[in-house]
């Protein structure tokens, strides 16, 4: 049970990650290899306010900010430096690396018996994992609401259209750079805000925390996608917060079967790649039946 | 009265390279208000060129570009969007694929607008996009709701042109609008075209390829060869030339 209800928390925190990550991946229509850079450094400013003396809940703020710059950096190394964005991005999340290094001041940093959101106020009287749960609860409702609102404001509705058809975008006279340095800032600032919390949760910072963060949040999106098939776009951000809490109840489930923790990296790539095949998968699968179909028939 | 003014406009491509090439050289053309203008020529004589350049999508190497009376040379699309709308060749070009119908269009009615943190209001408008596309033979109007993707080329290419019109443009660009689909919805197109440049007293340039369009839609035809204009004409004289007598403009 206990693992259990770590692992919804977890999944719910992950989810604030894939839920930005969704903005570049899926409506931007990009792969951002900041992401990986933009994590360990929302959990490297937060750590890092809060062990000295900052609030959790600013040091939390502040995670959220780091990511937007680095978002930014990505964004303007892209649109107005004319980098390709896959190398905008590696840039970023390797220049960002060493930023880290100097916040941390070592490779890892604890946050030993400081306050942090999940044991102040009224959350540190709740049984085990459920602070976890409840925060994370609490701020992807809160994310999905706003994304909501923000995806269905005039500016959303050009943000999402610069994703889907740039050309036609820019002919009807929305400026489709700022629209990617903002997705970027937003994108990343969530991603940052998911570094910040998540290591709260865990109790520590540390530089190479980011290694693999571009593949859980793809899978949770995914593994959304496929579970839920088609839905509005609100429900579809709904669907990347369950697929990340299925994606680590998955984990949870392959890590039951005997696998090492160390294993994880590997798993999570097969888990993604599979995901990403099914559609393929069903495709043929419903051909068969199709044929199956047309020959029963009279 | 003049609306659109091209002055001594000249694009070089790859200049200071052994590639450099003038696509346009010193054209000087200019549209009276109302003017539906058919722009013919060679692949390669510069049409698209100059599409470009009136739209702000590639800025001239010289000259200057009025758009009543307002200097626009410097002006990038996304500013000119305000002014000026467009059609592509491309289907896809125009729509938004992941949108709905009614999203596309609400994108279009804030054209050159200030995009705001202001809810996007879609159920205000359906009405008035249902009205606007309940007389075309396409069904539109009964897919309002689906996504762009789904619609076929004919639809989308009716959907881009209504995008382009529903806000009344100060001038109307169409590349080659019906040159990708089949010749009866091609057909349908181009009489909507004609029907609501007249309505709203629009002032157009349509590329085409086909001379009898060319002659039959408008009221003024230009051929450009070589970035160079070789004919425009207007008028009873325009009415007395045959596609033959256009044909002569395309032989070197």
């Not at chain 1, 929302?42 to 609030?55: L, M, Q, T």
């Not at chain 1, 949760?201 to 190479?208: K, L, R, T």
């Not at chain 2, 692949?43 to 009136?54: F, M």
């Not at chain 2, 305000?82 to 596309?104: C, H, L, W």
Request: one cysteine or more.
């Amino acid at each position: 049970m206990n693992l259990i209800t770590s692992t919804i928390g977890q999944g719910l925190l992950w989810g604030i990650l894939a839920l930005g990550l969704y903005l570049s991946f899926r409506i931007l229509n990009f792969p951002d290899m900041t992401v990986e850079g933009t994590f360990p450094f929302g959990a490297a400013v937060c750590v890092s306010a809060i062990v000295h003396g900052v609030n959790p809940w600013l040091a939390t703020l502040l995670s959220f900010g780091a990511g937007m710059i680095t978002g930014a950096v990505t964004g303007l190394l892209y649109t107005k430096g004319k980098i390709p964005v896959l190398l905008a991005g590696i840039l970023t999340m390797t220049g960002v690396y060493s930023v880290n290094l100097r916040i941390l001041g070592k490779a890892n940093v604890g946050l030993l018996n400081n306050k942090t959101l999940l044991n102040m106020g009224l959350l540190q009287n709740l049984p085990t994992n459920f602070p976890t749960i409840f925060l994370g609860l609490a701020f992807a409702i809160c994310i999905v609401f706003l994304l909501a609102l923000f995806l269905n404001t005039d500016l959303g509705q050009a943000f999402i259209a610069t994703g889907d058809n740039e050309n036609m975008s820019r002919s009807l006279g929305i400026n489709t750079d700022n629209m990617k340095i903002l997705g970027l800032m937003v994108s990343n600032g969530l991603i940052g805000l998911a570094g910040g919390l998540l290591a709260q949760n865990g109790g520590y910072a540390d530089v190479n925390m980011g290694i693999g963060t571009m593949v859980i949040g793809l899978a949770a999106i995914i593994i959304g996608e496929v579970v839920y098939g088609n839905l509005s776009l609100t429900a579809r951000l709904v669907a990347v917060v369950v697929g990340s809490i299925l994606y680590r109840l998955v984990l949870l489930l392959v890590l039951q079967l005997g696998f090492s923790t160390n294993d994880f990296k590997l798993i999570s790539s097969i888990i993604l790649a599979i995901c990403m095949m099914l559609p393929l998968f069903q495709e043929k699968f419903h051909i068969r039946k199709l044929i199956k179909k047309g020959v029963e028939r009279p | 009265m003049s609306k659109l003014e091209l002055k001594h406009i000249t694009t070089t491509v790859n200049a200071g390279t052994s590639e450099e090439k003038q696509i346009l050289k010193d054209i000087n053309l200019t549209l009276n208000d109302g003017d539906f203008v058919t722009l013919l020529g060679t692949n390669g004589a510069g049409k698209s060129t100059l599409l470009n350049v009136i739209n702000g999508s590639l800025f001239p190497t010289n000259g200057e570009i009025l758009l009543d009376g307002k200097n626009l040379t410097n002006l990038s699309e996304v500013k000119r969007a305000k002014y000026i709308s467009q059609v592509f060749q491309d289907p896809k070009m125009g729509t938004a694929p992941r949108m709905t119908v009614a999203e596309n269009f609400l994108l279009a009615t804030k054209r050159g607008q200030r995009r705001g943190l202001k809810l996007r209001g879609l159920d205000k408008h359906l009405e008035m996009f249902s009205r606007e596309t309940s007389q075309l033979p396409n069904g539109l109007n009964q897919r309002l709701n689906t996504f762009v993707g789904a619609l076929s080329g004919g639809q989308r290419q009716t959907l881009s042109f209504l995008m382009a019109t529903i806000n009344r443009p100060n001038l109307l660009l169409l590349d080659e609008h019906t040159a990708a689909l089949d010749p009866n919805t091609s057909r349908e197109l181009l009489e909507l075209t004609d029907k609501v440049v007249r309505e709203q007293k629009l002032t157009c340039v349509m590329i085409t390829h086909q001379l009898k369009d060319a002659l039959k839609y408008g009221n003024r035809t230009v051929i450009l060869k070589d970035g160079q204009v070789v004919l425009d004409v207007s008028g009873d004289k325009r009415k007395k030339m045959s596609e033959d007598d256009i044909l002569q403009f395309f032989a070197n």
